[in-house]
Nanobody, 119 residues
Framework: VQLQASGGGLVQAGGSLRLSCAAS????????VNWYRQAPGKQREFVAG???????NVADSMKGRFAISTDNAKNTVYLQMDNLRPEDTAVYLC??????????????WGQGTLVTVSS
């Protein structure tokens, strides 16, 4: 699975961005597609994810501001980010988790897209 993340940029606090993660396969053949972020000097953290049955999950600290959605025809997962804050500044990474019938799990990562929120 290859993942291409895009949509990052510089935005003022309170603004919005929509990130895209384009997958090389039908996203609903994958166990889950997720967004993580990593700020300088901090650990990578989970942002949002969607699993094969369409169930979505957003990290508690971002609920109400971030939302994850898909365009199945484009094999793309979106992360809509509203009311951005300077602390949202990070590299946002697209991740896909797949699993074989025997239960072996594989993780795939895109290259990341930088989001910078100015105060």
């Amino acid at each position: 699975v290859q993942l291409q993340a895009s949509g990052g940029g510089l935005v003022q606090a309170g603004g919005s961005l929509r990130l895209s993660c384009a997958a090389s396969v039908n996203i609903f053949t994958i166990k889950s597609v997720n967004w993580y972020r990593q700020a300088p000097g901090k650990q990578r953290e989970f942002v949002a994810g969607i699993i094969r049955d369409g169930t979505t999950n957003v990290a508690d600290s971002m609920k109400g501001r971030f939302a994850i959605s898909t365009d199945n025809a484009k094999n793309t997962v979106y992360l809509q980010m509203d009311n951005l804050r300077p602390e949202d500044t990070a590299v946002y990474l697209c991740n896909a988790v797949d699993q074989t019938p025997r239960g072996t799990t594989f993780n795939f990562w895109g290259q990341g897209t930088l989001v910078t929120v100015s105060s």
